[in-house]
């Protein structure tokens, strides 16, 4: 049975929706193949989010996929943080209290890397550092993880697909053992992943959103994934999705965030989600695969 079919087959069973495809009388349901557990931010349930800690701690836990989120520095360096301020993160109130608002986009490498990203989490990390994108790279190619790098604000950083591209293409991240599953570029803002996969029409691309399913085909031409809320997620959303082929020819595929309960994760997997974000992911991995 085609890959696609036998989800919705499976899918429709479990979830008993009737006469949405026909079956043969003898068909047993195929088994659902397991979602991909991304780890949302690193395990950062465990570990402060978006920091070398955190990849770490979902290597220990096996997690082969990692989510992140990319801003630019001052000075024009890539560094991984979710806020486009440093505030909830990092001990940057105390180092520079006249600073305020305290943006990424108006502090130096240099002075990012002095503020402690570890402490606000847990004592046990004070000391670790906004890591810049390449570092994190490095760290994941040791661990033979993927990532799922969101562009993060693109808006407020002209010019950041083309440099995260050639940071990636510097890191060694351009050949064909990571574009062929180690790694998609994400981002809410889709002109940002339109130039993206213009640039480098080779490297997967995910839009973080839910389209209406009469626009879905103009995503299409530029995406390979649509990854939305989970609140958004349905059966009919994800089968409409699944019926689309991205710019490389191939169905779309779901990844579904952030899920951090093993009820809403079941759910994600019997609609057909092709992956799970999740700040917990030793946990929903235990339960999805
Ligand atoms: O990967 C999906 C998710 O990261 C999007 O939301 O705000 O956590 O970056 P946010
Ligand atoms: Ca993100």
Redesign the pocket.
Known sequence: MHHSLARTVTAAALLGVSGFVTMPAHAAPEALPSPTV?A??GASTEAPENTLAAVRRAHEQHITWI?N?VQRTKDGALVVI?DTTLARTTDVEQVFPDRSPWRVADFTLAEIQRLDAGGWFAPRYRGEHIPTLLDYLTLLDRNRQGL?L?L?QPDLYPGIEKQTIATLARAGWLDADHLTGRLVI?S?SAPALRRTHELRPAVETGF?GSPPVSRLKEYAAFADQI?PDEKNVTFAYVTAVHGLRGPDGKPLRV?A??VDDLTTAIRMAALGADGI?TNRPDVIRNGVQ
């Open positions: 991304f949302h931010r989510e989120d979710h799922l969101e993060k994400q809410f973080l990854n990844n965030w952030t974000i």
